[in-house]
């Protein structure tokens, strides 16, 4: 965020900029500089008959004596933490007073003053000061933050496209390394095994059998395991963190500001007013007529205030129709004819009330500074709450694409652990029991059958890597591709009521799928179970799932694992319990339950088979 623009600011930012970094710089000694000259060119001298040359080097002597204290002025505000808007003020008096003391004690040396006051030139010196360094102050960092703005949006911009490309690249390389080793660790020696065991089944028998369930045990537990519990349990490392960007060095940027100013330049206008009355009062208050200054503030609230107000509908929609260059011209066109109509204005009034008509010329020109710097201050301003709104909408959807890349990286990850743990696992174990149980019998009649299924399940571990969202989406088709991955292994049955049919939608029915598969799972490597049953009924806005298994049942207490270990901490009901000499795992999933299988969880002990 840019200084004056933060969110929560509660001073607006024309205000914010008299005490931001900006609020003093070089400008702000060069067009008071100029704005003094012309004043001593158009007005002191032929009212006061001031010498020309001694006066003006005493205007060029006084700005001098200023830069110390404008140098410190602005090294103060570009230490302060938060925005000063009272001290920028401050130090805007400061220099008036300043400027009136060096008047004071310099023009006896240069050019003696008709009217030697302290306190007059206090006053003056410091309406001086407030009715230009701030105007300056808010055109030049109007201009600057704009320009700092449209540099952020831009940099922003590639700052999030580069940290997306990078985590897409480091997530591409990470799923790489996990498939390289499933490819490598369990397909490769998979496809081997398709071949060994049918010959070693040939030639050794019972031995040959044994040995490759033994390695098809050992591949499950030290190679699949691990893996798929890493790929769950264990959120991506990955993060799209935009690198920062060297922001180029804030510099006066004019064109599209002027654009802007130039197509409505009355905004503002009635800031501009407020100054010119100020003005009037402090220039006629030597003639000290109450009536002069009450009238000529009338007028001055008429020409500066009233007609612009009225112009400027006319203009927005007039204007905005017109090339840059002549929207300027007339603008610059339409605050002289302001101005001057002002002026002759005052200069009549004077010849009424008074009956001397002493002309301002210089007010004209203070009018068409006041008025450009106006102008584009309120365009800067509202071009930096246009690009202000476009950066929170491009950092808030750069969010939103990181946080989707996030979602599915681990998306990714976690679908590849599941498969590892359920079909892979669930096939794996299924071929080692059809070996072990053929070992028992070493039948020849049944040899064929027995490297058929075996084949089959190894096949399965194939299809399932190669296609790992294989399932379909119906509750009972789902739990019924869960279970044939244990044909020939077990005996597996599955009962599943209408009601939960037609209330399961497709996120849950994929989280019932996951729950059956890991706990028929359980069952068989470690609780040796050999017939499985699964219920799966609607309890009012509950899905029930029950499944019952003859095997030895929990032993101890171990800790959370892959699959059901995530449930207890996702908000979940569940029950593992022994019942008539069988197990029964109980889980109960609100219908619209998408969320029960998260997998950023913490591990935490619980009373659960992993």
């Given at each position: 965020?840019?200084?004056?623009?933060?969110?929560?600011?509660?001073?607006?930012?024309?205000?914010?900029?008299?005490?931001?970094?900006?609020?003093?710089?070089?400008?702000?000694?060069?067009?008071?500089?100029?704005?003094?000259?012309?004043?001593?060119?158009?007005?002191?001298?032929?009212?006061?008959?001031?010498?020309?040359?001694?006066?003006?080097?005493?205007?060029?002597?006084?700005?001098?004596?200023?830069?110390?204290?404008?140098?410190?002025?602005?090294?103060?505000?570009?230490?302060?933490?938060?925005?000063?808007?009272?001290?920028?003020?401050?130090?805007?008096?400061?220099?008036?007073?300043?400027?009136?003391?060096?008047?004071?004690?310099?023009?006896?040396?240069?050019?003696?003053?008709?009217?030697?006051?302290?306190?007059?030139?206090?006053?003056l010196n410091v309406t001086y000061a407030l009715l230009t360094l701030p105007f300056i102050a808010l055109?030049?960092?109007?201009?600057?933050?704009?320009?700092?703005?449209?540099?952020?949006?831009?940099?922003?911009?590639?700052?999030?496209?580069?940290?997306?490309?990078?985590?897409?690249?480091?997530?591409?390389?990470?799923?790489?390394?996990?498939?390289?080793?499933?490819?490598?660790?369990?397909?490769?020696?998979?496809?081997?095994?398709?071949?060994?065991?049918?010959?070693?089944?040939?030639?050794?028998?019972?031995?040959?059998?044994?040995?490759?369930?033994?390695?098809?045990?050992?591949?499950?537990?030290?190679?699949?395991?691990?893996?798929?519990?890493?790929?769950?349990?264990?959120?991506?490392?990955?993060?799209?963190?935009?690198?920062?960007?060297?922001?180029?060095?804030?510099?006066?940027?004019?064109?599209?500001?002027?654009?802007?100013?130039?197509?409505?330049?009355?905004?503002?206008?009635?800031?501009?007013?407020?100054?010119?009355?100020?003005?009037?009062?402090?220039?006629?208050?030597?003639?000290?007529?109450?009536?002069?200054?009450?009238?000529?503030?009338?007028?001055?609230?008429?020409?500066?205030?009233?007609?612009?107000?009225?112009?400027?509908?006319?203009?927005?929609?007039?204007?905005?129709?017109?090339?840059?260059?002549?929207?300027?011209?007339?603008?610059?066109?339409?605050?002289?004819?302001?101005?001057?109509?002002?002026?002759?204005?005052?200069?009549?009034?004077?010849?009424?009330?008074?009956?001397?008509?002493?002309?301002?010329?210089?007010?004209?020109?203070?009018?068409?500074?006041?008025?450009?710097?106006?102008?584009?201050?309120?365009?800067?301003?509202?071009?930096?709450?246009?690009?202000?709104?476009?950066?929170?909408?491009?950092?808030?959807?750069?969010?939103?694409?990181?946080?989707?890349?996030?979602?599915?990286?681990?998306?990714?990850?976690?679908?590849?652990?599941?498969?590892?743990?359920?079909?892979?696992?669930?096939?794996?174990?299924?071929?080692?029991?059809?070996?072990?149980?053929?070992?028992?019998?070493?039948?020849?009649?049944?040899?064929?059958?027995?490297?058929?299924?075996?084949?089959?399940?190894?096949?399965?571990?194939?299809?399932?890597?190669?296609?790992?969202?294989?399932?379909?989406?119906?509750?009972?088709?789902?739990?019924?591709?869960?279970?044939?991955?244990?044909?020939?292994?077990?005996?597996?049955?599955?009962?599943?009521?209408?009601?939960?049919?037609?209330?399961?939608?497709?996120?849950?029915?994929?989280?019932?799928?996951?729950?059956?598969?890991?706990?028929?799972?359980?069952?068989?490597?470690?609780?040796?179970?050999?017939?499985?049953?699964?219920?799966?009924?609607?309890?009012?806005?509950?899905?029930?799932?029950?499944?019952?298994?003859?095997?030895?049942?929990?032993?101890?207490?171990?800790?959370?694992?892959?699959?059901?270990?995530?449930?207890?901490?996702?908000?979940?009901?569940?029950?593992?319990?022994?019942?008539?000499?069988?197990?029964?795992?109980?889980?109960?999933?609100?219908?619209?339950?998408?969320?029960?299988?998260?997998?950023?969880?913490?591990?935490?002990?619980?009373?659960?088979?992993?």
């Amino acid at each position: 965020m840019t200084e004056g623009t933060a969110p929560g600011t509660r001073a607006p930012a024309w205000w914010s900029a008299l005490g931001g970094r900006n609020a003093l710089s070089v400008w702000s000694w060069l067009l008071p500089t100029a704005a003094a000259l012309a004043f001593t060119a158009l007005v002191e001298v032929p009212a006061f008959g001031y010498r020309p040359w001694p006066r003006v080097l005493l205007v060029v002597c006084v700005q001098v004596v200023l830069i110390p204290l404008m140098v410190g002025g602005h090294a103060l505000l570009r230490r302060q933490a938060h925005l000063k808007p009272v001290l920028g003020m401050s130090i805007f008096v400061a220099l008036g007073m300043t400027r009136g003391f060096a008047v004071d004690v310099l023009a006896p040396y240069i050019e003696p003053v008709a009217m030697s006051s302290l306190a007059y030139q206090l006053a003056l010196n410091v309406t001086y000061a407030l009715l230009t360094l701030p105007f300056i102050a808010l055109a030049v960092d109007s201009i600057r933050r704009y320009r700092e703005l449209r540099a952020r949006v831009r940099d922003e911009a590639r700052r999030w496209q580069q940290a997306l490309s990078e985590a897409e690249a480091e997530f591409a390389r990470e799923y790489a390394t996990y498939r390289e080793t499933v490819d490598s660790e369990v397909m490769a020696r998979v496809i081997d095994l398709q071949d060994e065991i049918a010959s070693l089944a040939r030639e050794a028998a019972g031995a040959g059998a044994l040995a490759g369930a033994e390695e098809l045990r050992r591949l499950s537990a030290e190679v699949v395991r691990p893996l798929s519990h890493e790929l769950i349990l264990e959120p991506s490392a990955i993060r799209v963190v935009p690198a920062p960007l060297a922001a180029p060095p804030p510099h006066l940027g004019l064109r599209d500001v002027l654009r802007d100013a130039g197509r409505s330049p009355l905004a503002g206008h009635w800031g501009v007013c407020l100054v010119m009355g100020l003005l009037g009062l402090v220039g006629l208050s030597p003639y000290g007529s109450a009536p002069l200054l009450v009238v000529n503030l009338g007028w001055d609230l008429l020409i500066f205030g009233a007609v612009p107000a009225a112009l400027r509908p006319w203009i927005t929609v007039g204007w905005s129709r017109m090339p840059a260059s002549w929207a300027w011209l007339l603008s610059a066109c339409l605050w002289a004819v302001l101005g001057l109509v002002g002026v002759a204005g005052t200069a009549s009034i004077m010849s009424v009330v008074i009956g001397d008509g002493v002309v301002f010329w210089a007010v004209t020109v203070a009018y068409l500074v006041l008025s450009a710097l106006s102008a584009v201050a309120v365009a800067g301003f509202r071009r930096q709450l246009a690009l202000q709104a476009e950066l929170t909408g491009l950092l808030s959807r750069q969010e939103a694409l990181a946080s989707r890349l996030i979602q599915r990286i681990d998306y990714e990850r976690r679908e590849l652990g599941l498969v590892l743990h359920g079909s892979v696992q669930a096939s794996l174990t299924r071929a080692a029991i059809v070996l072990d149980r053929w070992g028992e019998t070493l039948d020849p009649q049944t040899l064929p059958a027995v490297i058929s299924e075996v084949g089959a399940a190894l096949d399965g571990v194939v299809s399932a890597l190669d296609l790992r969202d294989h399932l379909q989406v119906g509750l009972e088709a789902v739990v019924r591709d869960r279970l044939r991955l244990w044909d020939g292994a077990i005996d597996c049955r599955a009962s599943i009521s209408e009601e939960a049919a037609a209330a399961t939608d497709g996120a849950v029915a994929k989280v019932v799928g996951e729950v059956v598969g890991e706990a028929v799972t359980n069952a068989v490597r470690h609780g040796q179970a050999e017939t499985v049953e699964v219920d799966v009924a609607l309890e009012g806005d509950w899905i029930c799932v029950r499944v019952w298994d003859d095997g030895l049942g929990p032993v101890g207490t171990r800790h959370l694992g892959a699959g059901l270990g995530t449930l207890g901490d996702s908000g979940v009901s569940w029950s593992l319990e022994r019942v008539g000499g069988r197990t029964l795992l109980t889980v109960r999933l609100g219908v619209l339950a998408a969320f029960v299988m998260e997998t950023e969880q913490s591990e935490g002990p619980a009373t659960v088979i992993a």
